[in-house]
């Protein structure tokens, strides 16, 4: 199965796979990892390189945004370690990679599923002119 490394400026990715798991059950083979304020960028780096190094299999590593301190983490780190890094990650990507994820499905399947357009998420709702008021329903059966 498919690893994937959740990283971003603070609690943000601990969050995302808090709510993750709330919504599409528990999940074997992801983890998060966080920049805590203040924290130097080369001690975070040591903990990403220490966990990299810790997994077995193709890997995909998702970030918060292009250009902060968990991406030239992970970038840096591609030198040394090959996986696939996604920038913009939000809930309905995750959600749909998660749920996509199989023992079968590869890292090229699940980097095509991450960066369809369709899984953004980013969409103006506008329910006083025809707008759909429903979605489609919750992941989780409980």
Known sequence: MVNIVLLSH??????????????????????????????????????????LSSLNGETMVFIDLKGGTPYNTAAFLKQKYEFNLISGMNMPIL????????????????????LDPQNTGVE???????????????????
């Open 124 to 142: 103006l709702i506008d329910l006083k002119n025809g707008g759909n008021k429903r979605a489609k329903p919750s992941l989780n059966k409980n």
């Open 95 to 114: 959600i749909s990679v998660v749920t996509s994820r199989t023992e079968t499905a590869t890292l090229q399947d699940l980097t095509q599923v991450a």
């Open 10 to 51: 603070g609690p943000f990715c601990e969050g995302l796979l808090k709510s993750l798991e709330m919504i599409a059950g528990p999940q074997k083979n992801l983890q998060a990892l966080q920049l805590h304020e203040g924290e130097s960028p080369d001690d975070y780096r040591s903990q990403v390189d220490q966990l």
